[in-house]
C-alpha cells in the first residue's frame, strides 16, 4: 500500500515540474526580447574578458581596461559605419538595380497583375498611414524600443565584463542553491566553448569577406564591396549564411553574362572548399565540435522566436544545449559507475 502511494505521490511529482517546465518556457518566450538582451550581453562580455584580462595582467586596473575595450569597439564599429555606409549606400541602389535586371534575365519578371495587386497593397498601406491605427509617436516609439535594447545590451555586457567572472557571480545570486553547482559546471564548459567561438566567429567572417570582395573583384563581378559586406555578415549564420552570398554573387555576376555567373559559381565552390577544411578547422579549431543536426534545430528555433538575433545566436544556443546534454549523460554514467 506504501508503494502504491509513493508512486502516486512521486507521479504527481512529475506532472508538476513538467507543468512548471512548460510554464517557464511560456513565461522565456514572452520576456525573449529582454532574455535576449541577456543572453547577448553574456556573449559580449565572454568574448571580450580575455582582452580585458590580458590588459589587467598588464598591470591596467580592470576599471580602465573595461572602459578602453569598450570605447575602442564602439569607435571601430562607428569608423566602419563612417567609411563603409557611404559606400553601401551610393553602390546599393546600383546593386538593386542589377539585381531586379538579373532576375528579369533569368527568366523572372513581373506581370501587370502582379503590378495590379502590388498597386492595391500600396493603396491599402497607404490608407493605413493615413488612418488614426498609425501615429508618428507609435514609430518613434519602435525606434526609441530598439534603442533602448541595444543601450541595455551595452550596459549589461559593461557591467558583467567589469567585475571578474560577474556572470558567474550573477548566475550565484539568480540560481537555487540546489541547482547552482549543476548550472555552474556547465556554463565553465560554456564559457570556455563561447569564447573560442566569438574570436574565431569574428576572424573568420573577416577573413570570409575579404576574401569574397577581393575573388568578385578580380573576377570582375559588380559591386564587390556590397558582396564582401554582405559575405562577412552572413559568415554569422551558420551554415545556410555562405549559400546565400554565393546565391546573390550567382544573380549579380548572371547579370552580366552567364560565363562570369558561371566563373562566381566555380569561385564559391572552391572557396567553400578551403574555408569547410582548412580555414574553418584551422581557426575554429576543434573545441567546438558540436552536433549538425543541434545547430539546424537552433537556428530553426532561433529564427521562428527573435528572427535575425536568433539566428545569429543559435551557435551559443547550441553549444549550451550540448553541453547540458553531456553533462547530463556524464551524471547518469556516473551514477551507474556507483551502483
Not at 87 to 107: C, D, I, K, P, T
Not at 221 to 248: C, Q, S
Not at 254 to 267: E, N, P, Q, T
Not at 304 to 330: K, R
Request: aromatic share 12%; charged share 15%.
Amino acid at each position: 500500500m506504501e508503494s502504491e502511494s509513493s508512486r502516486f505521490e512521486l507521479g504527481w511529482q512529475t506532472i508538476w515540474r513538467i507543468v512548471l517546465t512548460f510554464l517557464i518556457l511560456y513565461v522565456l518566450y514572452l520576456a525573449r526580447a529582454p532574455v535576449g538582451v541577456f543572453l547577448i550581453s553574456v556573449v559580449i562580455s565572454l568574448g571580450l574578458d580575455p582582452l580585458v584580462s590580458f590588459l589587467q595582467r598588464a598591470r591596467f586596473p580592470r576599471f580602465l581596461a573595461t572602459i578602453f575595450i569598450f570605447i575602442l569597439g564602439i569607435l571601430a564599429l562607428t569608423a566602419v559605419f563612417y567609411v563603409a555606409v557611404p559606400v553601401v549606400v551610393r553602390e546599393m541602389g546600383g546593386f538593386l538595380g542589377h539585381m531586379n535586371q538579373a532576375l528579369s534575365s533569368v527568366g523572372f519578371s513581373i506581370s501587370e497583375t502582379a503590378l495590379s495587386g502590388f498597386s492595391g497593397d500600396l493603396n491599402r498601406a497607404l490608407g493605413f498611414l493615413s488612418s488614426a491605427d498609425f501615429s508618428l509617436s507609435g514609430a518613434i516609439g519602435g525606434v526609441f524600443g530598439r534603442a533602448v535594447l541595444i543601450i541595455s545590451t551595452l550596459i549589461i555586457s559593461f557591467y558583467l565584463t567589469l567585475e571578474e567572472r560577474g556572470t558567474e557571480r550573477l548566475l550565484k545570486v539568480l540560481l537555487p542553491d540546489a541547482y547552482e553547482r549543476a548550472m555552474l559546471a556547465i556554463f565553465d564548459r560554456f564559457k570556455v566553448k563561447i569564447r573560442r567561438w566569438f574570436t574565431a566567429q569574428l576572424g573568420l567572417s573577416l577573413i570570409m569577406g575579404v576574401l569574397v570582395g577581393v575573388g568578385m573583384w578580380a573576377l570582375g563581378v559588380p559591386y564587390a564591396l556590397v558582396l564582401g559586406i554582405v559575405a562577412a555578415l552572413f559568415e554569422l549564420v551558420p551554415l545556410v549564411g555562405p549559400v546565400i552570398t554565393g546565391l546573390i554573387a550567382f544573380i549579380v555576376a548572371l547579370s552580366d553574362s552567364f560565363s562570369l555567373g558561371l566563373y562566381a559559381v566555380i569561385f564559391f565552390v572552391l572557396l567553400q572548399q578551403v574555408e569547410n577544411h582548412f580555414l574553418f578547422p584551422y581557426v575554429m579549431g576543434k573545441s567546438m565540435q558540436v552536433h549538425p543536426v543541434i545547430v539546424i534545430f537552433s537556428l530553426l528555433a532561433g529564427a521562428q522566436v527573435a528572427g535575425f538575433v536568433g539566428i545569429v545566436l543559435s551557435v551559443p544556443i547550441a553549444v549550451m544545449s550540448q553541453e547540458v546534454f553531456n553533462y547530463l549523460a556524464e551524471q547518469k554514467r556516473d551514477r551507474k559507475g556507483m551502483v
